[in-house]
């Protein structure tokens, strides 16, 4: 495995200027990029640890003791991150995610949420506040979270087997912890729960069947995420993808499916849902089914930069502004006009010369700006 790691180019040190328009850029909701697709979903990193080692991710040889994560000053604070929050909310916003690294290692994260769930979306209404973690600590904070604010959370999860498990996430974890963690997040209401997979094949494929077995009529959705090439580090190989229609037809093979429409516009996951009523599952599909064409996420990282994409080499530093002195209408002028600058659609780009130069090696982790 080693010697198919690519060292690490730091991104972390460029950032793109967020220019102030000669024009300010009102907030009314109505942002579009020049695509046409509007801002419905931002994603915010609140820290660029983690506990795990996951090879697909933070693979150890690159993440190690050595390497240096950011200092806690570079950090957006809480009343940072919920100041730029609210600007996206007047832009459009509906949902917010809070990831990582492992956003359960913040300290005193329901504090965030408790500030995020105070936020209204241009409708009114409180905006979707949900979470990703590995669960590892999650049977400690669920409630908190929950009390806080929280509505809902994904649990990230790629095998049941203990020693796939520990194998995967590298730092000998248990898989029964992460379980403990999905049951608490139930039993206080941060339901539905969400598992994602994801497939690497050779690694964990032959838990997938295992896993739609225990999942399947327990009201938990779970959703199988191709593996994706992401970031520079984790030396990500085609033939180690197992396309999404492949694990459908493996589940299939033994519990029949039908379509579902999607939930939302914009939707990560195709759904799809067991013919016998047992609940549904997802597909991700971003390798093999580019889904560019209504992409409204945004990406704030942990320290303050905005990406447009997964697949971005770089973020444009609204830190910079905010600590800057820039007033509210500033910061929203300036989200305004980097969003109407988007032309990002790496996925449908991919294996092209064209994606290869737009990024190539350059790309950001995944660990840094959360998925
Ligand atoms: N630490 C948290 C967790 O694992 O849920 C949140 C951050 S993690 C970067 C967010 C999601 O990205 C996880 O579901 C993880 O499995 C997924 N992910 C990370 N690297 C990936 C890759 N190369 N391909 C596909 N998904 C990936
Ligand atoms: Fe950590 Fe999540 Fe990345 Fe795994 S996927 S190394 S749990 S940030
Ligand atoms: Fe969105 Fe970029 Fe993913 Fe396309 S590749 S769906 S633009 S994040």
């Known amino acids: 495995m080693a010697e198919r790691v690519i060292p690490l180019v730091d991104q972390r040190l460029t950032a793109l200027r967020a220019m102030l328009p000669e024009r300010s850029i009102p907030a009314t909701g109505l942002l579009a990029d020049t695509r046409g697709r509007p801002l419905r979903d931002l994603r915010i990193s609140v820290t660029d640890r983690c506990n795990f080692r996951c090879s697909y991710c933070m693979p150890k040889e690159v993440f190690d003791k050595d390497y240096q994560y950011l200092p806690h000053a570079s950090l957006l604070s809480f009343e940072e991150i919920t100041r730029v929050a609210r600007q996206f909310l007047a832009h459009g916003v509906h949902k917010i995610r809070l990831t990582g690294g492992e956003p359960l290692l913040r300290k005193n994260l329901e504090i965030l949420v408790s500030q995020l769930a105070q936020l209204r979306t241009v409708d009114g209404t409180p905006p979707e506040l949900t979470l990703t973690t590995n669960g590892s600590l999650l049977a400690r904070k669920a409630r908190a979270l929950k009390e806080a604010g929280l509505q809902r959370v994904t649990v990230s999860l790629d095998g049941l087997d203990d020693a796939v498990f520990r194998r995967m996430n590298d730092v000998d974890f248990p898989v029964a912890e992460v379980l403990e963690g999905i049951a608490a997040a139930r039993e206080a209401g941060l339901g539905p729960v969400k598992v994602n997979m994801v497939v690497k094949r050779g690694t964990n494929d032959h838990e997938i069947l295992t896993m739609a077995r225990h999942f399947r009529g327990s009201g938990i959705v779970l959703r199988f995420i191709e593996y994706m090439d992401v970031g520079a580090t984790n030396g990500w190989r085609m033939d180690e993808v197992m396309p999404s229609a492949e694990v459908r037809a493996r589940i299939a093979s033994e519990f029949p499916l039908v379509p579902l429409d999607p939930a939302a516009p914009g939707e990560t996951a195709q759904r799809w849902g067991y013919a016998d009523g047992a609940g ?48 509210d209408e500033e910061l929203a002028s300036a989200i305004g006009h980097i969003w109407q600058g988007r032309d990002d659609h790496y996925s449908e780009l991919r294996g092209t010369l064209a994606a290869d130069t737009g990024t190539g090696a350059r790309r950001v982790e995944m660990s840094y700006i959360g998925g």
């Open 280 to 327: 549904e599952v997802g597909f991700i599909s971003s390798v093999t089914q580019a889904f560019c064409g209504d992409c409204n996420r945004a990406r704030l990282s942990t320290e303050g930069k905005l990406y447009l994409c997964l697949f971005a080499a770089n973020g444009y530093d609204l830190r910079a502004l905010v600590r800057g002195g820039a007033s």
